[in-house]
């Protein structure tokens, strides 16, 4: 079946550095890349998405890169912060049946 | 705008009984629902997708008569956990969208079932 493979599962970045997680997918009908911060025992919170049609986007300290040819996107955050850690799921939506494939998620801690 | 709610928040039950679990759009009409379930420090996985009006499609191994989906009203879903066992126990959570308007889906804040 499709599926989402994210890497890395943990990732420890001192504050202030940058922290990038990538994500390949394998559904060729995916055209929506959202980026997911999860807390624990709270719902997923959109931080950012991406649509097929275009290659980069950029928010403040977040930036996502989409690669459709090699089906890669990436998720970058720069000036790190203690309150950017959490869980960060990548998820590929495909575009007839608006279903997301979540990533295995990446557990982010941002040291002080 | 564009809010989920879930109802409840928690909910503890014994084996072999049935829990169900709201989800409703508060300030926009769904025409599709996601259910999906998680386990501790794993992924969300997509339980059941459902259109209002239609029967739920489930995704490859999720039994259709132990997770009831019902979507009777382009705000609420409803999903019955039928006779519940331990191996139930999971955070369980909906998504909303409006479909044919880009693919957000918009999430509630997911329910913690325990079943004893």
């Known amino acids: 079946g499709e599926n989402v493979e994210q890497h890395p599962s943990t990732l420890s970045v001192q504050e202030g550095d940058s922290a990038v997680i990538k994500c390949t997918y394998s559904d060729s009908a995916s055209n929506y890349f959202p980026w997911y911060k999860q807390e624990l025992g709270k719902r997923p919170q959109l931080i950012i998405d991406?649509?097929?049609?275009?290659g980069e986007k950029k928010d403040q300290r977040i930036a996502v890169t989409l690669n459709k040819t090699a089906k890669h996107f990436s998720l970058h955050i720069t000036e790190t912060q203690p309150e950017d850690s959490a869980v960060y799921f990548c998820?590929?939506?495909?575009?007839?049946?608006?279903?997301?494939?979540f990533g295995t998620g990446t557990r982010l801690k941002v040291l002080a | 705008g564009a809010v989920v709610s879930q109802h409840p928040s928690r909910v503890i039950c014994k084996s072999g009984t049935s829990v169900k679990i709201e989800c409703r759009s508060l300030?926009?009409?769904?025409?599709?629902m996601f259910w999906y379930r998680q386990f501790p420090k794993q992924s969300l996985m997509l339980m059941a997708t459902?259109?209002?009006?239609?029967?739920?499609?489930?995704e490859q191994g999720v039994e259709k008569d132990k997770f009831l989906i019902n979507h009777a009203s382009l705000t609420l879903s409803t999903l019955t956990v039928t006779s519940a066992h331990p191996e139930d126990s999971s955070f369980y959570i909906c998504s909303a969208m409006i479909r044919d308007r880009y693919n957000e889906q918009f999430f509630g804040p997911g329910t913690r079932l325990t079943v004893l």
């Open positions: 991406i649509r097929s049609n275009v």
């Open positions: 998820a590929s939506g495909d575009r007839g049946t608006y279903k997301y494939i």
């Open positions: 459902s259109n209002e009006g239609s029967k739920a499609t489930y």
């Open positions: 300030d926009f009409q769904a025409t599709t």
